[in-house]
């Protein structure tokens, strides 16, 4: 508890320091200071910022752990009495002695010999009456006595259109077009990508077949799993034509789960590295978004009116979003 309440008093700290500098920072950032010069400033200072957090972040995901480890701890012991009571239910015998006792016509279902015993039927006496039911002369008939697990399972209604005559066998493999008809040959149900951890490629993939797994991750907002595959693919594939859009999800994938410190960093790195690339205007925008959700309201807006004059061309998606940030931060 005292490492959090640490961590707490860390984070006020680094945003105190943020709120005393913002009107050192009106005043050095005036009207005279060359736009290019305000944003590698603001590069800047953001670059300063992120190392002074990257121990707060690091404690915090420790702190994180040791809390899950507690949780698990702690359901650990609560396993216990349900251990313990699993014993107690033979103590109610009567329960599951009463069905044999109730009925005396489901009393021969279960007995498989009297199904085997139907290939020879007992010798005519001559004395039968007229009558009298024989189950060997009509052995599907309603009320003859089966073998548990081998009679006919029972076929709802809507089945008997379905390429089968009425009371013929159900057959498991002719679908035929019924209930199910998009279901062919039963097969062990595939593993869904990423459920568990990080699908692995065969060694023939190409850069293209990981790039469109990580999209895959974020189309399935799976973003943990897209954060560690466009990561492995700046690293595996530094000088790659998608590494600048890499890098762009990447900080997407920090961006939906609300890590706009992250989010900040990744995307600071597209437009200045790759300020030349298709993304670039679309992580200068979120770049002033997560700014702006980090209360960095002056840095944000530089952001956001730096993409009309560096970018005059970005699409008209982009163009309206900067216009409704601007707007919404009184820019």
Excluded at 135 to 141: H, I
């Amino acid at each position: 508890m005292s490492s959090k309440f640490a961590l707490s008093a860390r984070s006020l700290a680094v945003f105190a320091t943020l709120a005393f500098a913002a009107p050192a920072l009106a005043q050095q950032y005036g009207g005279e200071v060359d736009p290019e010069i305000r944003i590698q400033q603001l590069e800047e200072r953001l670059r300063t910022l992120t190392g002074q957090n990257e121990e707060l972040q690091y404690r915090n995901r420790r702190l994180e752990e040791q809390v899950r480890q507690l949780q698990g701890s702690a359901g650990a012991p609560q396993a216990a009495p349900g251990a313990a009571a699993a014993p107690v239910a033979p103590q109610q015998p009567p329960v599951y002695s009463q069905p044999p006792q109730q009925a005396p016509v489901y009393g021969q279902q279960p007995q498989a010999p009297i199904v085997q015993e139907q290939a020879a039927p007992p010798p005519a006496t001559g004395r039968r009456r007229g009558d009298a039911f024989d189950p060997s002369q009509n052995p599907s008939a309603p009320g003859v006595p089966r073998a548990l697990g081998g009679g006919q399972l029972p076929v709802p209604a809507e089945q008997g259109a379905a390429g089968r005559d009425p009371g013929a066998p159900l057959d498991l493999s002719n679908n035929g077009g019924g209930r199910y008809p998009d279901a062919g040959p039963q097969q062990p149900a595939p593993r869904a990508p990423g459920s568990g951890g990080l699908t692995t490629l065969p060694p023939s993939a190409s850069p293209r077949d990981e790039f469109d797994l990580g999209i895959g991750y974020m189309q399935r907002r799976d973003y943990a799993l897209a954060e560690e595959t466009m990561r492995n693919f700046a690293t595996k594939y530094p000088n790659d034509a998608l590494t600048p859009d890499s890098q762009y999800w990447l900080g997407e994938s920090f961006f939906q789960r609300q890590m706009y410190r992250d989010a900040a960093e990744a995307f600071l790195s597209v437009t200045s590295k790759y300020d030349k690339s298709a993304k670039a205007p679309d992580a200068l925008l979120r770049l002033g978004q997560s700014l702006s959700a980090l209360k960095e309201k002056e840095a944000a807006c530089a952001a956001l009116g730096e993409i009309g004059r560096k970018y005059p061309k970005a699409s008209a998606g982009v163009k309206k979003a900067v216009d409704t940030e601007q707007k919404k931060l009184k820019c």
